[in-house]
């Protein structure tokens, strides 16, 4: 049991960063990405998954609590580009 020692410390410097993932990019609305063509879907897939690659990155090196926030949003955006590009 010891990694719940470490939770309040994540935990705490989670508080403030909720609203920093919106900033930057918004969530993907799926209603959005069904009006688009299927190599607008790709490009935005692209870019995704590069902004994933240096959220990584930046999780690696010690990046800021919003940049390791936003790598749950950034995931999920690209589940539903791939959800709407496969239907």
């Not at 690659?53 to 950034?74: E, F, H, P």
Request: glycine content about 4%; proline content about 2%; hydrophobic content about 35%.
């Amino acid at each position: 049991f010891g990694s719940r020692q470490s939770r309040p410390t994540h935990n705490s410097a989670r508080t403030g960063s909720l609203t920093a993932p919106s900033q930057d990019m918004a969530r993907v609305k799926a209603y959005e990405l069904r009006s688009k063509t299927s190599k607008e879907l790709l490009k935005e897939l692209d870019e995704m998954k590069a902004e994933l690659a240096t959220l990584r990155v930046a999780k690696v090196s010690g990046g800021a609590a919003s940049k390791l926030a936003k790598i749950k949003v950034v995931r999920k955006s690209i589940a539903r580009i791939l959800t709407v590009y496969n239907q």
